[in-house]
């Protein structure tokens, strides 16, 4: 039988593993994703339940001649469980995959109410801070990673024949290696060459219009 002061301990573990999965679930509800608040907490706590099961459920029969119980087995399947929520939170749009950061902070929360029921409170606690820095402060350098990564489009309104590639290639200099896209279709007045620039950081697009402006037969220039 549980004492008393027991149940105590295990209805705080229940409740710590609320308290940090709803912090790291306010992190993404924040960003409105599908697995928010509620679910990270569900997680979170669920995670932690199994853990107490696993570890004081079977008590009473442990005393039992011949029985031999492995306390792991059941906190183990937490974690290839908790692959089908996960899997849920990761859409494919287009070429785009999306959501594999809230399915890592799903299966992330189920290990930290794990540490909770296990009564390893501190080290559950640190994992919650540092998933946190990784959620919301290091997104901010990603972004600026990603950012480098996007193709950027300049169309050119040109005389018939008046640009070509080689033109383009030397008034761009070294940046002509990030031509990734090359078209030239015939319009009513000449020409419509579409120049596609990977690895652009933001503030050299402006420097790259002002080049492509100044190349000789370019009349205007645009951004699809």
């Given at each position: 039988m549980i004492s008393t002061a027991l149940h105590g301990e295990l209805l705080l573990r229940l409740a710590v593993a609320a308290a940090?999965?709803?912090l790291i679930g306010a992190e993404r509800e924040r960003l409105i994703w599908a697995a928010g608040l509620r679910t990270h907490m569900l997680v979170c706590v669920g995670a932690c339940l199994f853990m107490i099961v696993s570890a004081f459920g079977f008590s009473d029969i442990l005393s039992t001649p011949?029985?031999?119980?492995?306390?792991?087995r059941v906190a183990a399947q937490?974690?290839?469980?908790?692959?089908?929520?996960?899997?849920?939170s990761?859409?494919?749009?287009?070429?785009?995959?999306?959501?594999?950061?809230?399915?890592?902070s799903i299966w992330a929360v189920a290990a930290i109410g794990l540490a909770v029921g296990g009564g390893l409170y501190v080290e559950a606690g640190a994992a919650t801070?540092?998933?946190l820095l990784i959620l919301a402060g290091i997104k901010p350098l990603e972004d600026r990673f990603q950012q480098r990564h996007i193709a950027h489009e300049f169309l050119l309104h040109t005389a018939p024949?008046?640009?070509?590639?080689?033109a383009l290639e030397e008034a761009l200099g070294w940046?002509?290696?990030?031509?990734t896209r090359y078209i030239v279709q015939p319009?009513?007045?000449?020409?419509?060459?579409?120049?596609?620039?990977?690895?652009?950081?933001?503030?050299e697009i402006a420097e790259v219009e002002r080049i492509l402006r100044g190349v000789p037969g370019v009349r205007d220039l645009s951004r699809p």
């Open positions: 940090l999965g709803s011949n029985v031999i119980l492995d306390p792991s937490v974690v290839s469980g908790i692959g089908f929520l996960g899997a849920g990761i859409l494919l749009r287009g070429e785009m995959v999306r959501g594999l950061t809230t399915a890592a801070l540092v998933i024949g008046g640009v070509t590639l080689p940046r002509a290696r990030r031509i319009s009513d007045d000449g020409e419509a060459v579409t120049v596609t620039l990977g690895r652009l950081a933001p503030r």
